[in-house]
Every structure is written in structure tokens, then in C-alpha cells.
């Protein structure tokens, strides 16, 4: 067994996002941790489950089953591997993606946002989207509804790079209306997801997605967000890693816009007004 397949297996049955493991496996390799797994090195009464799932796992076929998705898998070893994911606390084991996989090499900005946007805040994604396309960055983005979509549609008119990252399988188009819109991003970009092809989007997904946008990212925009939103949760994991983060003033009575009057108010953003003064702030230039 080599490494390609140990981390195939240990990717299909571990829960992306666990702390213990990833670093585990960051630090040791998956051969090592597949191994030791097996050889109930780890405790085989707490991992019982664990090792049981690994036992029944061939590499080979979770390969075979990306593939007939038309995705790969990424992993550490990958030339194209985004090494930016590596200053998150729990790195991905691997990556499933669809599309194009050098689009995660290109400098790219996070955008995102309330699922319910005004058509102020619908129109700002789709602005800054295209006004950092414009210098050759990729727009990262959740493929949800609202300010993600607007976000991922502004780098798709503006010709861009565009990458999604999911919180489902690669297969799977949650939300089911954003089927089109997943098909053209993986024209020039990618769909990025850290589960199986056939997993569907649960709650706590969503928020182990939210570290890789920020981490993929060399900076996030949040655009609208309520008061209590995931949006400022990815702007958290952002500046945990040390990535500027930025957000956009509205009215000062739109619930849409408390998220990020929040997030400028505890210094945690940069407001920015204009794609100019982003550009500014997060020292772009191009390529």
C-alpha cells in the first residue's frame, strides 16, 4: 500500500475537519496512521468503529468512485496541492474536486454572505467579484444561494476563475437550483469538496467547509450577514490564520448588514467601499 491509497481510505472513513486526525496525519503521514490504525495502536476499543469502517476500505475503490464523478482526488503529495491550506489547524486530509485543479493555485479572494441578500448586497458581490477577476484573481465562494452565487455569476461574466467549495459530495448539487451555475464553474474553475461523492450537505458541514474558503483565500469579503451568521464564522477562521478580512457598510437598520457592522465594529474587518480600496488593502497585483 502507498500513501495515495492509505489517505483514500482514511479520507472515506474519518469526518473532514477532526482536529486529532488531521493533525495526525499531517504530522505522521497516512501510511503510518493507516497502519497504526489497523494494528490498534491508536486504542482498538475507543477506535473500534474506526478501524472497522478502515478494514472494509480499499483505496482503490474510492478512487474508482471519484473517478466515475469526473473528480479527483488531491492530496498533499499533489504538485497542484494549495499549500495554504496547510496553516489551518486541522488541514484537509485530501480534497475532492471537480474541475479545473490549477484554479487553486491562482491568488484568490473569498466572497461571502447572507443566503438573502438586498439587491445592494447582491449587486456588491457580483462588483468586487468582477473587480478582482479583472486582475487576475479567482473568486472563492460557498456555491449556496444569494451572496454566494451573485459572488461566484460576477466572476463567471467578467470571464474569471471561479471556485466553489461545498459542504456535500461533488455529485450532489445542493442547492439543487444551483445545478447550471455548478456545471459553468467547473468550465474554467473548480468545485471543491472535502466528502464523497454521494454525502449529503449536513449543518456541521458547513462549518468545516467554512475554513477551507477562508484558508484557499488570500483574503475574505464579507458582504451581508446577519447579526448570527456562517459568514462570520469564515471570516473568524480567516483571521485566525492571519488573512485580512474585509467588510462592506450598509444601512445602519438592515438585519442583513449587522454581521458585518459586527465584525467592523470589534475591529476584527477592514470596512471597504470600494473594490479600489480593497484592492488597496489586500495589496494586490496581478497574476
Same mark, same amino acid.
Request: aromatic content about 6%; hydrophobic content about 45%.
Given at each position: 500500500?502507498?500513501?495515495?491509497?492509505?489517505?483514500?481510505?482514511?479520507?472515506? #472513513?474519518?469526518?473532514?475537519?477532526? !482536529?486529532?486526525?488531521?493533525?495526525?496525519?499531517? !504530522?505522521?503521514?497516512?501510511?503510518? #496512521?493507516?497502519?497504526?490504525?489497523?494494528?490498534?495502536?491508536? +486504542?482498538?476499543? !475507543?477506535?473500534?468503529?474506526?478501524?472497522? %469502517?478502515?478494514?472494509?476500505?480499499?483505496?482503490? !475503490?474510492?478512487?474508482?468512485?471519484?473517478?466515475?464523478?469526473?473528480?479527483? @482526488?488531491?492530496?498533499?503529495?499533489?504538485?497542484?496541492? =494549495?499549500?495554504?491550506?496547510?496553516?489551518?489547524?486541522? =488541514?484537509?486530509?485530501?480534497? #475532492?474536486?471537480?474541475?479545473?485543479?490549477?484554479?487553486?493555485?491562482?491568488?484568490?479572494?473569498?466572497?461571502?454572505?447572507?443566503?438573502?441578500?438586498?439587491?445592494?448586497?447582491?449587486?456588491? %458581490?457580483?462588483?468586487?467579484?468582477?473587480?478582482? #477577476?479583472?486582475?487576475?484573481?479567482?473568486?472563492?465562494?460557498?456555491?449556496?444561494? +444569494?451572496?454566494?452565487?451573485?459572488?461566484?455569476?460576477?466572476? @463567471?461574466?467578467?470571464?474569471? &476563475?471561479?471556485?466553489?467549495?461545498?459542504?456535500?459530495?461533488?455529485?450532489?448539487?445542493? =442547492?439543487?437550483?444551483?445545478?447550471?451555475?455548478?456545471?459553468?464553474?467547473?468550465?474554467?474553475?473548480?468545485?471543491?469538496?472535502?466528502?464523497?461523492?454521494?454525502?449529503?450537505?449536513?449543518?456541521?458541514?458547513? @462549518?468545516?467547509?467554512?475554513?477551507?474558503?477562508?484558508?484557499?483565500?488570500?483574503?475574505?469579503?464579507? &458582504?451581508?450577514? %446577519?447579526?448570527?451568521?456562517?459568514?462570520?464564522?469564515?471570516?473568524?477562521?480567516?483571521?485566525?490564520?492571519?488573512?485580512?478580512?474585509?467588510?462592506?457598510?450598509?444601512?445602519?437598520?438592515?438585519?442583513?448588514?449587522?454581521? /458585518?457592522?459586527?465584525?467592523?465594529?470589534?475591529? /476584527?474587518?477592514?470596512?471597504?467601499?470600494? &473594490?479600489?480600496?480593497?484592492?488597496?488593502?489586500?495589496?494586490?497585483?496581478?497574476?
Amino acid at each position: 500500500m502507498n500513501d495515495l491509497m492509505a489517505r483514500a481510505a482514511l479520507f472515506s #472513513v474519518i469526518e473532514s475537519g477532526h !482536529k486529532f486526525w488531521s493533525q495526525e496525519i499531517f !504530522k505522521l503521514g497516512a501510511l503510518d #496512521v493507516h497502519e497504526k490504525l489497523i494494528k490498534g495502536e491508536y +486504542g482498538p476499543i !475507543k477506535h473500534e468503529k474506526l478501524v472497522s %469502517a478502515l478494514q472494509l476500505t480499499s483505496g482503490e !475503490k474510492i478512487l474508482e468512485l471519484i473517478s466515475n464523478h469526473g473528480a479527483q @482526488l488531491l492530496t498533499p503529495q499533489d504538485l497542484d496541492w =494549495p499549500e495554504q491550506l496547510n496553516d489551518l489547524a486541522n =488541514p484537509p486530509i485530501a480534497l #475532492v474536486v471537480k474541475g479545473d485543479v490549477h484554479a487553486l493555485k491562482i491568488p484568490s479572494l473569498a466572497i461571502v454572505g447572507t443566503r438573502n441578500p438586498t439587491s445592494y448586497g447582491a449587486r456588491i %458581490a457580483g462588483d468586487f467579484a468582477t473587480g478582482f #477577476v479583472d486582475r487576475e484573481w479567482a473568486v472563492v465562494s460557498g456555491g449556496a444561494y +444569494g451572496i454566494d452565487s451573485y459572488a461566484h455569476k460576477g466572476a @463567471l461574466i467578467a470571464e474569471g &476563475v471561479t471556485i466553489a467549495v461545498i459542504a456535500c459530495g461533488v455529485d450532489v448539487n445542493y =442547492p439543487a437550483g444551483n445545478a447550471r451555475l455548478f456545471s459553468e464553474i467547473c468550465e474554467s474553475g473548480a468545485i471543491v469538496s472535502e466528502f464523497l461523492p454521494g454525502q449529503r450537505a449536513l449543518p456541521n458541514r458547513f @462549518l468545516t467547509r467554512n475554513r477551507l474558503i477562508a484558508a484557499l483565500s488570500k483574503a475574505t469579503l464579507v &458582504v451581508e450577514a %446577519a447579526f448570527r451568521s456562517g459568514s462570520l464564522r469564515t471570516a473568524r477562521d480567516a483571521a485566525e490564520i492571519f488573512r485580512p478580512v474585509m467588510a462592506i457598510p450598509g444601512p445602519i437598520n438592515s438585519p442583513t448588514s449587522e454581521g /458585518c457592522h459586527r465584525l467592523i465594529g470589534e475591529r /476584527c474587518a477592514e470596512i471597504v467601499t470600494s &473594490v479600489a480600496d480593497a484592492v488597496e488593502f489586500v495589496g494586490v497585483h496581478s497574476g
